[in-house]
């Protein structure tokens, strides 16, 4: 028998652990925020609408990173 | 079953593997190299609106992964929860709140631990349209992020990792299904069953009218395929992998150890194509094999020497293993299942020795790295790559680099992070369980060293989700439903948003050429120094535990 409102506990525990996991995710970009920006600044041909890698980039190839967000190869 | 008996399937099965190590390995990175889709890919694309050319930086790779997880942890929940009114249910019951939503959590993180008994609890409907899609979809997970993670090595100055719902889709249509359909037609003609027939009661031969038998019935062989391919674990049947339905002859169970190793040893091979150095992929792999030697010999050994006066008196340490397997080939089951994440059995653990269950565990605290889960296993021996890279580089004073990519503060950050939370799982978990109130009324064993090990058992094994069992613990109350449904859940998605946050840093460094002063990391030396991090990591943050249960019970 299970306890009143144990469906809404469990779908809760469950979102708010996710929420929680994608929390972790934004300080790990803090992490990572120093390699992106030396990638931006290193790479000259970062602007926005340039063509990035490929998901079958050559191994060694530098792709060139569209900074707005999602890309189009 | 003889010594050279169990040492020929185990030769036997190692020889299959290395002879398809490559082509598999090659096969797969080419999916994944490959810039066409195929015509079964657009359509799904054009069916889920997934632009297939663009790509993610790892952030939102790491989100498009939760929330696929998220959506697929609430539709298994529901299905659960409904499962009464569904068709195929053969008249089951709903599952309750706190076992429906350990089971979610479970199949998604690709643990399938099970505090459930299989026929008696899941109808047709649930296993069909709910745990095996997961068993496919959870081990896609996995070798998407290690894919992720091999661009990182790949790509200089790039934002991007990938794009999550195109590997996802790859990995599905173009491997794991492809295997999945093969062995499951191979496996239904060496007798495992697959039908829709709901469980038969039938008189037994000797028993006259008044002693029954039920005879189950269901869909088993195709949910066992992949149960082992993906590394997934969940059994059909309560006994798992040791139910005769499930595996009739020692020929299936020698096939199941065959599928279990087959895409996490390949995977180094894969990443060898994928970054152009085919050396570092036998590098690793070679760390992968000392592991599971060191491992294997361990466990036959404890299982075949120790003395005791049950062992003596039935000839050999049978107690929880099918005498059609033998106790050297359970050893190898249980060595192979416990050392990638996959947690079938085809014996039961907690009936091993002291020290041989010891080794299980300590299999799985190692972070399940030799080979691994699919996917796991790859990218969590990357990881103890790099940190056995950073601890060269600081004892001999040169830069630590690995494949061109140099390991700084922020890679190291991200990797400690990546060993760090497993152990922090395991151990506050064990803590909380032993000191929680009636938990203890779960332990079978609650007077002896051997109580301690189940709870530090379910633990360890939920948290770096394998989900095989100790069965003396009663795990099906709300208390370790829910601790090991959430041991589970961040024990998945904790290391992976550190794994992906890797990939994007390794991804956005440019390559270094390597010079005379660069440490070459494909050389048996860097192998040894790998696994002996792997190790040293391990004993450091475990051998307190261990030896207050494990080890205590071998040596009482």
Known sequence: MDAPFADLLYLLLAVATVAGLAAQALVFEKVTAESATTARITDPSSTPGTTPGTTGSTPGTPSTPDSSGEARA | ?556
């Open chain 2, 1 to 556: 079953m003889t010594w050279f008996t169990g040492i020929t399937q185990i030769l036997l099965v190692l020889a299959v593997l290395a002879a398809v190590h490559v082509p598999f390995g090659n096969y797969m990175a080419g999916v994944f190299l490959s810039t066409k889709d195929t015509k079964a890919e657009r359509l799904f694309y054009r069916l889920t609106g997934v632009d297939s050319s663009s790509e993610q930086r790892w952030k939102t790779y790491f989100l498009s992964v939760l929330g696929f997880s998220l959506v697929s942890i609430l539709l298994l929940y529901g299905l659960m929860r409904l499962q009464e009114f569904l068709p195929l249910s053969n008249g089951k019951p709903a599952v309750t709140a706190d076992q429906a939503f350990n089971t979610a959590v479970s199949f998604v993180t690709n643990t399938n631990w099970q505090s459930y008994s299989g026929e008696a609890t899941m109808g047709y409907l649930v296993q069909m349209a709910g745990l095996a899609v997961q068993n496919f979809v959870s081990a896609a997970v996995g070798i998407a992020v290690a894919v992720a993670l091999i661009r990182g090595f790949m790509r200089q100055r790039s934002l991007f990792i990938g794009n999550f719902w195109v590997d996802l889709t790859r990995t599905v249509l173009r491997i794991l299904l492809p295997v999945s359909v093969v062995f499951a037609l191979i496996y239904i003609g060496l007798g495992v069953i697959e039908n829709l027939t709901p469980d038969q009661v039938v008189e037994t031969v000797a028993g006259g009218s008044q002693v029954t038998q039920t005879i189950p019935g269901g869909p088993n062989a195709s949910q066992e395929v992949i149960k082992h391919l993906g590394t997934n674990g969940g059994g059909f049947f309560n006994a798992n992998s040791a139910h005769p339905l499930s595996a009739p002859s020692p020929l299936i169970n020698l096939a199941n150890i065959f599928l279990i190793l087959l895409i996490p040893s390949a995977l180094p091979r894969t990443f060898g194509v994928m970054v152009g150095s085919r050396r570092h992929g036998w590098a690793i792999l070679g760390a992968m094999a000392s592991f599971f030697v060191l491992s294997l010999v361990a466990v036959i050994l404890t299982e075949t020497t120790l003395s005791t006066p049950a062992t003596d008196a039935a000839g050999a340490a049978m107690e929880g293993r099918e005498t059609r397997f033998g106790v050297i080939t359970s050893a190898f089951f249980a060595v192979s299942t416990t050392l990638t994440s996959t947690g079938a059995v085809d014996s039961f653990h907690s009936n091993y020795s002291g020290l041989g269950g010891g080794v299980l565990m300590l299999n799985m605290m190692l972070g399940e790295i030799a080979p691994g889960g699919v996917g796991s296993g790859l990218y969590g021996m990357l990881v103890v790559a790099v940190l056995a890279v950073f601890i060269c580089g600081l004892m001999v004073g040169r830069t630590p680099e690995f494949l061109g990519k140099k390991i700084g503060r922020t890679e190291i950050t991200l990797a400690s992070a990546v060993i760090l939370i497993t152990p922090t799982l395991v151990l506050t978990g064990t803590a909380v369980a032993t000191m929680w109130p009636n938990a203890a009324d779960s332990i079978l064993n609650a007077d002896s060293p051997h109580g301690l090990s189940e709870i530090l058992y379910a633990f360890t094994s939920a948290a770096n989700n394998n989900g095989s069992a100790f069965a003396g613990l009663n795990a099906n109350t709300p208390f370790f439903n829910t601790a090991l449904g959430l041991a589970m859940l961040i024990g998945r998605f904790g290391p992976i948003c550190a794994v992906l946050a890797l990939a994007g840093a390794f991804a956005a460094q440019p390559s270094t050429e390597a010079t005379p002063g660069t440490l070459p990391t494909h050389r048996p030396l860097f192998v040894g120094v790998t696994v002996g991090t792997g190790l040293i990591v391990s004993a450091l943050t475990f051998l307190p535990v261990l030896a207050l249960g494990p080890i205590n019970e071998g040596l009482l």
